[in-house]
């Protein structure tokens, strides 16, 4: 088994293009052992080894190793700990391949590969790029990094400086680094870039500051950038052609990307991409979200802002698009859509589909055709009144006008804030239970549209944003959605702080997560009871991963590190009588300092 | 480097009678330092550093209170300041000196984790009201002063979602 999966990663990735090609497309969807019935995921699944953000292409973040299971979980505990000398919020996952577990860190994003096969894990090297220190100043929140992946021998990853490298797995030397963007203008990384073949993805961010977002690709040998595809402007700059095959109305026409914006206003059109990738081999399809569009005071930016916060469906060779769906309109909130794109094929009311979960920022939880991009299902995970509900045949929201922000006055008790029913971080589905695990967060807002300037490479804000803990007593939920019922079946709340940590299903019907007060948490996969919690140094944010050791052992790997736009608050840099602070997170978050410090940890449970 | 800050401090002492070459600094000619040099960027005892002109003139403040948004400061240290891509500027912590001069400073002369220098861009003028605005801080002169959301939500009416409690919560 552990030798078998990596193989096949091995032949995915290093074969020659159209070799990889007939295996890729060959390679259908599998079945999990004790799946729900019918329920299939996208080959190959993390197992043993960790080699992409998501662990899978289907970004499902389940792993069918099931040594850790309900019966012995309680045996948990610490194998080793590592610091990482970067107290800054610890976001994405580490990377574990070839027996050796590969850290990216915070600013300034320094590569630090362990050694699994010797006792402790100790260091086997560290790579240092020295990114730019000026991006630190621009990176919106808090100076993250999200993760890497491995193809090709190279660990491929992004600096906060706009930049993409690949460094030799073995020897941790620098092969190639190109620049993806420009911090002048605003532009940074901290998404994970993901491989598929011969190329490698990676898109920017900085939708606070104006830029115009696009996602690159680069040949995986040489860096060199091959195409992008901008989410604003003409069709030729958004690869749109003659395979551009929108499902609704709403979506389709020419240049939409100029013709709903006004003129010029387009050139600094956000639509950011800095969330997560997925890959369907089968119908050969990438599909990833956008950010919010260019300036949050939306009466400066009047039309739909195409193609800010839309799900795009593209060929990964040529980057034409293949759909696109754009999930709000002229949004008024700052509701990026960038959120993990998940990909399993199950049965929706009586038929065979293959589907595409998008637990939204928006407050909704998404359920679409990947084939087509028509939306199945759209419903509320966490309390949301900007929208009552989608609907399906247009692919619109029945909006509620008095929760629209305009400029001048405030909107208030506009739920869910700005941050979402959840951010980028990600969730976790088990075929096992049919089941999807949400981090979610249940916060509040009032906004107010600002006049704002344009001047390069600072915010493009134009926006006074305040947040709060929403109703019901909580701010942070677990959620487990029942896909195929669309809706919650359990949870797991968190009085103080949201649930701002990715999250990990096991084969051994295990849910992990951690909690912004440090608790890393074992969770039955079927009934949400706690079985076993640790308390670590510091509030988690970044995203559990399970790997098999050397020993032919389970392990268990989580970050902690309080930070990123919800956690910014607990570092110094911030104060909390000032509520509109973090882009107006501190309001919600002010407890946060005397709940937990700074921390630069990873984790590693065995048992 | 280190001579360049020598040469730097020479120049902020304005002891310049000295040759500014980097060989006669070198070899130690400069003229004695009088001022304790302090940790950097410590204290200016002892220098001639320039003081706000507006101190806490109150439409001063009111017009650095306004610059802060004009030019976007808000956005990266949040809209009182109160920290963001930038740090907070209304706490204890100056990591670059809180004497008029040095907050003036930072502003004209950018720093180096990503703050933009404005000197070219913001008339001198403005930059000390922008100061007097930033040093005017958590005192009762501030203006506009950042307010609590009027009733936060937790336990008050919510919106439509229903949410029902947890059966597992620790």
Redesign the interface.
Known sequence: MRIYLPTLIVILIVQSAAMETAIAQNSGPITVPGSRPNIQLVAPLASGQWTMPAGDYGNTRFSPLDSINTRNVQNLHVVTTTSTGIPHGHEGQPLVVNNTLYIVTPFPNNLIALDLTKPGFPQKWIFRPNPD????????CDIVNRGASFADGKIIYNTLDAHTLAVDANTGKEIWRTAVGD?KIGETTTMAPVVVRNMVYAGISGG?LGVRGRLIAMDLKSGKILWRAWNSGSDADALIGPNFKPFYAKDQGKDLGLSTWTPGQWKLGGGPVWGWISYDPELNLIYYGTGNPGVWNADMRPGDNKWSITIWARDPESGQAKWAYQVVAHDAWDYDEIMENILVDMPWQGRQRKLLLHPGRTGFMFVLDRESGEVLSAE?Y????WA?SYNLKTGLPDENPEKRTHAGQYA??I?PSSTGGKDFIPSAFSPRTGLLYIPAH?T?M?YEG????Y?A?????GA???M???????QG?LVAWDVAQAK?V????DIDLPVYSGVLATGGDLVFYGTMEGWFRA?DAH????LW?FKTASGIIGDPITFSGPDGKQYVAIYSGIGGWMG?TA??????????????A??AMKKIKTLTQPGDLLYVFGY | MRLTVILAIVGVLGVASCNRSTRSAAQGSAAPIQANVGPIPGGLEGVNARLNPYATDAVALQDGRRLFDWYNCSGCHGGHAGGGMGPSLRDETWIYGNHDSQIFDSIAQGRSKGMPAWGTKIPEDQIWQLVAYIKSMRTPEEPDPPVEPADEMVGGPGPDSPVEPSPHNP
Not at chain 1, 135 to 140: D, K, L, P, R
Not at chain 1, 382 to 385: A, F, I, L, R
Not at chain 1, 469 to 474: A, E, I, L, Q, S
Not at chain 1, 490 to 493: A, H
């Open positions: 220190i000026r991006s630190v100043g621009i990176a919106c911090i606070e509320k966490e309390p949301v009144n009552n208030t008790h739920c249940n509040c009032d600002t006049a704002v300037n001047i490479g600072t915010p493009y804000l006074s944003v305040r709060y803990p929403g109703p019901g007593g909580y939920e919650k359990w949870s797991v709340k969770l009934t949400g009871k706690v919690e910014a570092l110094p840099d911030v104060s909390t009588d000032d509520p509109y602070a973090t882009l107006g501190t309001g």
